[in-house]
Nanobody
Framework: QVQLVESGGGLVQPGGSLRLSCAYS????????MGWYRQAPGKQRVLVAV???????NYADSVKGRFTISRDNAKNTVYLQMNSLKPEDTAVYCC??????????WGQGTQVTVSS
């Protein structure tokens, strides 16, 4: 049974940093692209970043230069390093297997709140 469990969210001031983790279990991890999505209140869920099995990355324009996605295949974990956080980054952040909206495998999400 595939499971994804996010952690690392919280309350941070504008300009601060957080690192989210997504622990994957239940099947082989290294062969799949992994994605981070976010959903702000009253808005649709949108892609934040994707990392392929080979380590290639892609980012939403709104986070380029501030966020970094990475993976540790030995730990079956994907990370999202978030720097220079802004109030508009406030959302529930979820990871998924496959990196696309159509994925059947999602974590439960972790809340990130950027506020002074």
């Amino acid at each position: 049974q595939v499971q994804l469990v996010e952690s690392g969210g919280g309350l941070v001031q504008p300009g601060g940093s957080l690192r989210l983790s997504c622990a994957y279990s239940g099947s082989i991890f290294s062969i799949y692209p992994m994605g981070w999505y976010r959903q702000a209140p009253g808005k649709q869920r949108v892609l934040v970043a994707v990392i392929t099995s080979g380590g290639n990355t892609n980012y939403a324009d709104s986070v380029k230069g501030r966020f970094t996605i990475s993976r540790d295949n030995a730990k079956n974990t994907v990370y999202l390093q978030m720097n220079s956080l802004k109030p508009e980054d406030t959302a529930v952040y979820c990871c998924n297997r496959g990196g696309t909206k159509e994925s059947d495998y999602w974590g439960q999400g972790t809340q990130v709140t950027v506020s002074s």
